[in-house]
DNA sequence: GTTAAATATGCGGGATCCCGCAAGACAAGC
DNA sequence: GCTTGTCTTGCGGGATCCCGCATATTTAAC
């Protein structure tokens, strides 16, 4: 008596995954489906599901959020997350959520039938992590320090991509002014950031802050949900603050 | 003897365009299909192909860039635009490109079997113009002058979004530096920057420029596809101007 | 335990940004 | 013509950003 909880909300990927998880795991008897990370949790709450595959992309409620909902009242859920893309925002925003020892997964999309079959079996009936070879080649680039970036380092990076102040970033990290604006020469350091833009010296420079946050983004190091996850947690922290 | 050609990286998305041309269209008699912009623009150069369905958000090059390259061709070319999203960004972009009475289309990957087959042989039979509703409501909101853009806001949206400090964006649009000031301003305005994030008086201001930038993106003014493009046209522009 | 490296902080200054004020340019409408 | 409104440009100044220089403090390494 086994369930899967499938959030997904492309119905040709539904049912596509549907037929997957009946195929690999003879064993389940129930395959609920959601179509939106908000029906997702509320389902997963319903039926307490200890195995989700879930989309990251969704509309109402994206997946990553769904999750951390979920992993916080029930740390031990198997979640396997099936997405497009392996762009290091959504590595690191899973990551970032994972509990301690939990069992989980992240499957491209593109990735074959057999591969997502055999997910599903090493996740759900043996416990074990699945990362695509992409995704864990990312996760390494991304924590590598060479050419990878800090927790702290990444922070601020949200910071400015939210439009903080210097000063601002500096409060709400318990850092001087200077700190922050060491670590922002350092971001521009590694993202590249201090090519002349025109052939006039001294003429030709980029708005260094804009000019990050511009190379972040083309190098997918944030991403719509990144900065959507940010903001909530931005106004959040206002919130408690004026209390 | 009619072709389609179709422009799709998800496979699953793909078959089912497949059998909808198949069923909407029972006088096509060949249909191609490419995996992804590039291949698409080369089979619609070595086939003339006269109607096309084209996905938006693909890895290789997206649906925008390969329709302009298509189009600059051969504006006759039908085009069915076929998203998942009604971003701002995205209907700004198509519809920037559009060649002088072509007869192209835009509907969701939401909508029904029989809106997609309705919209196939009204556009690629009738030439008609085919514009989901909730697409249209962008168009609307987009240029109804009421919390609406100009072109040449929304240029400078984009340059400020791709790091160019002012002069450059002066130079670049043959502006005074003050004029491209001005711009911002009205932009700060439209945009609803102007909020204090702090309770202290004088003390939690926004980044302006960098706030804009984050709320267009979160407002979905902005996207990675846009700023991509944008991002290829600096480079252009830089290029020119060296020689 | 000593050295080296990374990190945190302060000071100061030049460049840029943000913007109020004001004057000229151009078009539309009466 | 006159007015009104929008767009452009210049000037000037305060705030912020960017960063070199110098000094603690912490961390890592041998």
Redesign the pocket.
């Known amino acids: 008596m086994m369930e899967v909880l499938i959030v997904e909300d492309d119905p040709l990927h539904r049912s596509y995954l549907h037929d997957a998880v009946r195929a690999a795991l003879p064993e389940c008897d129930l395959v609920l489906e959601a179509e939106n990370g908000r029906v997702g949790e509320g389902l997963a709450r319903q039926h307490r599901s200890a195995h989700i595959v879930m989309d990251l992309q969704m509309s109402e409620r994206n997946g990553i959020e769904a999750a951390r909902t979920i992993w916080k009242e029930r740390p031990d859920t198997r979640i396997l997350f099936w997405s497009n893309y392996a762009d290091e925002a959504y590595v690191r925003g899973v990551s970032r959520i994972v509990p301690e020892g939990a069992a989980y997964g992240y499957v491209l999309k593109s990735a074959s039938d057999d591969r997502l079959k055999l997910a599903l079996r090493s996740i759900f009936m043996e416990a074990q992590c699945v990362i695509d070879r992409e995704v864990r080649g990312m996760q390494q680039k991304s924590l590598g320090h060479v050419n990878g970036f800090?927790d702290?380092e990444y922070e601020i990076l949200i910071d400015?991509a939210l439009g903080?102040?210097?000063?601002?970033i500096?409060r709400r990290h318990?850092?001087?002014?200077?700190?922050?604006?060491?670590?922002?020469?350092?971001l521009?350091e590694k993202l590249n950031v201090?090519q002349r833009v025109g052939e006039d010296v001294?003429?030709g420079?980029y708005?260094?802050?804009?000019r990050?946050v511009a190379v972040a983004l083309l190098r997918k190091l944030i991403n719509y949900s990144a900065l959507e996850r940010a903001e909530a947690e931005l106004n959040e922290w206002l919130g408690v603050k004026q209390n």
């Open positions: 800090t702290v400015i903080l102040t210097d000063r601002m500096a318990n850092l001087s002014l200077r700190s922050v604006q060491n670590r922002l020469q350092q521009y201090y001294e003429e420079r708005n260094l802050r804009g990050a």
